[in-house]
């Protein structure tokens, strides 16, 4: 498990910003992953996020910062703050769990979502993001462990990247969360808190008690 998510890791890491190219990648990406490598992964950056974010003083969590171009995040996301960045994965989470059920119960998904307006944070949340991220993620994990069971035959279209099924959903979040906790990772080196990111591992170590993820099924 270590090795494959060290792989994927430095696959993500290395995307082009070249949308194709990023297709192709999460393509064989979701094609390597297993179910539960697939949890695995999303626990994983789920937890370095939050320790990101719970080692900053709240004036620093609201404070929006200006980072360099990163693969996966939009120009409009570019000046957002840490909880901003929060705010846009449970929104985000909630809406990949809608289609993951629908699929799961093959069951087209007709829900009309605007991935540039409706994912969208508001312009000043506040530290109580660090909680609602937490009860999202593990409400993730647990919903995604009971619909995600078999790969689902009806497919729902992603807007970069094609035709998904239940497990390329799946697949998705951590994909996408990965990039996100790239961007926090940025926002936090231009922050005052010296405390917020640890340049050595990458993430400030994990709070005992700061989160608690159900594995599968749990």
């Known amino acids: 498990m270590g090795t494959i998510r060290r792989y994927i890791s430095s696959g993500i890491n290395k995307l082009s910003s070249n949308r194709p190219f990023t297709a192709a990648v999460f393509s064989l990406f979701s094609a390597l992953v297993s179910r539960d490598a697939a949890a695995s992964f999303y626990r994983t950056e789920a937890e370095k996020i939050l320790?990101?974010?719970?080692?900053?003083?709240p004036a620093d969590g609201r404070r929006q910062a200006r980072i360099p171009r990163l693969p996966g995040i939009d120009e409009n996301m570019r000046s957002w703050s840490i909880y901003m960045t929060l705010q846009h994965l449970v929104i985000t989470n909630e809406m990949t769990i809608r289609v993951i059920r629908c699929l799961a119960c093959e069951t087209p998904f007709t829900e009309e979502i605007d991935f540039k307006e409706d994912v969208m944070p508001s312009e000043n949340p506040g530290p109580e993001q660090i909680a609602a991220f937490r009860v999202s993620a593990a409400s993730f994990e647990k919903k995604a462990a009971r619909f995600g069971k078999k790969r689902s035959k009806t497919l729902s279209i992603h807007p970069v990247f094609g035709m998904f099924d239940?497990?390329?959903w799946r697949c998705m979040a951590g994909f996408h969360i990965h990039i996100h906790r790239?961007?926090?990772e940025q926002i936090?080196?231009?922050l005052s808190t010296p405390t917020a990111f640890n340049k050595k591992r990458g993430y400030t170590?994990?709070?005992?008690g700061?989160?608690?993820i159900p594995?599968?099924?749990g």
């Open 215 to 217: 594995r599968n099924g």
């Open 210 to 212: 700061v989160m608690k």
């Open 166 to 168: 239940t497990h390329k």
């Open 188 to 190: 936090c080196k231009r």
């Open 205 to 208: 170590e994990f709070p005992a």
């Open 182 to 184: 790239n961007q926090v």
């Open 51 to 57: 320790s990101l974010a719970s080692g900053v003083d």
